[in-house]
């Protein structure tokens, strides 16, 4: 689709290509606003914390290209540009992402839930680099890196099956103590579930169309491509994380922000770098810069957060975006400063 849309735009009249933009973005805006509805109405109907749904259902729809773009780079013989993705698309939908739905409102938590969330995101990004790590040469690290093999990748796909299996069985904890509403929520929660998905699909169609459209016009205004490739590509992966947190701080539905950036951030390692990993024999290199910039800023980021958590109790406040903010910023410069190819896509 990709390819397709990108020969599209480049053949097109400048008022096409504005239009198909223009078109593409209020789409995505509509399609959020009818994602983040529907994730709450799901929650009231079930009885289910807006946390919980956005760490699940949410984050599995919209981690899905993510995973797509890693296993096809793992295929195709680009197993560092796949596990580059999954790296560097928790580093900034923890960072850039939360950063800034905290700067749109501050985003209340119920600490219970983020708590428990939270020690699975920050232990996935531990076992990722665990798993990555050359054991017989570790003083070889910061030279010739090392890999995630494919049976690795199997072990992740098995700990996904069960971090799932887990949310469904916290939930339906949540539910039990919400029995008697039970049956009217189970009426109405299939419809939900499908309006749903349609936004959740809606949001990441739109998002494709988006990034191929508006990278020809700024190639037409002569942007430099070094610079197209460090925002819009690198962005592109992201937006439908992005447009939900937004839109879900916007609307005062903090909880499901923050649901769907700690569940992405779990489904990147496990869901995104496990796929990747299972479905090649010689499972995916995490090169030298893994250990020196990539590792390190994820580790640091998510441990920023999980501080800032622990420290916020029940908000996570404007201040505590701007430190997010600050954090990712401090990845990017880093990794225009330590790497000659710059901060990969995410």
Wanted: proline share 4%; hydrophobic share 55%.
């Amino acid at each position: 689709m990709e390819a397709f849309l990108e020969q599209f735009f480049s053949q097109v009249h400048w008022s096409i290509l504005l239009a198909s933009i223009a078109a593409s973005l209020l789409m995505l805006g509509k399609a959020a606003d009818i994602l983040v509805d529907q994730a709450v109405e799901l929650s009231d109907s079930l009885h289910i914390p807006p946390m919980v749904v956005g760490a699940t259902i949410v984050s599995l729809g919209t981690t899905a290209p993510e995973a797509a773009v890693s296993v096809l780079a793992a295929i195709e013989g680009a197993p560092g540009l796949a596990l580059g993705n999954s790296v560097g698309s928790v580093i900034a939908d923890t960072g850039l992402i939360l950063g800034l739905a905290c700067l749109i409102a501050p985003l209340k938590l119920d600490p219970r839930i983020v708590n428990r969330q939270g020690w699975i995101q920050i232990g996935s990004g531990v076992l990722l680099v665990l798993l990555s790590a050359p054991w017989t040469r570790l003083d070889q690290i910061f030279d010739s890196g090392g890999r995630l093999s494919q049976e690795a990748g199997f072990f992740l796909l098995i700990l996904l099956a069960a971090y799932l299996y887990l949310s469904i069985r916290w939930a339906g904890q949540r539910r039990a103590e919400h029995e008697r509403h039970a049956e009217d929520g189970h009426s109405r929660a299939w419809l939900t579930v499908l309006k749903l998905v349609l936004a959740i699909a809606t949001v990441v169609v739109s998002a494709q169309v988006v990034i191929p459209g508006t990278i020809e016009a700024a190639t037409r205004m002569s942007v430099p491509r070094s610079v197209i490739a460090a925002t819009l590509v690198a962005f592109g992966t992201s937006l439908p994380e992005l447009v939900t947190a937004v839109t879900a701080a916007r609307r005062g539905q903090g909880e499901l922000a923050v649901g769907n950036v700690i569940g992405a951030d779990i489904l990147n390692v496990l869901f995104v770098a496990g796929a990747a990993a299972a479905v090649t024999r010689q499972g995916l290199e995490a090169g030298s810069n893994f250990f020196t910039l990539l590792y390190p800023s994820m580790l640091f980021i998510l441990i920023v957060f999980r501080v800032g958590v622990l420290a916020s109790k029940d908000v996570l406040r404007r201040g505590f975006g701007l430190v997010l903010l600050v954090a990712y910023l401090a990845y990017i410069v880093a990794g225009y400063y330590f790497l000659p190819e710059g901060v990969p896509g995410h």
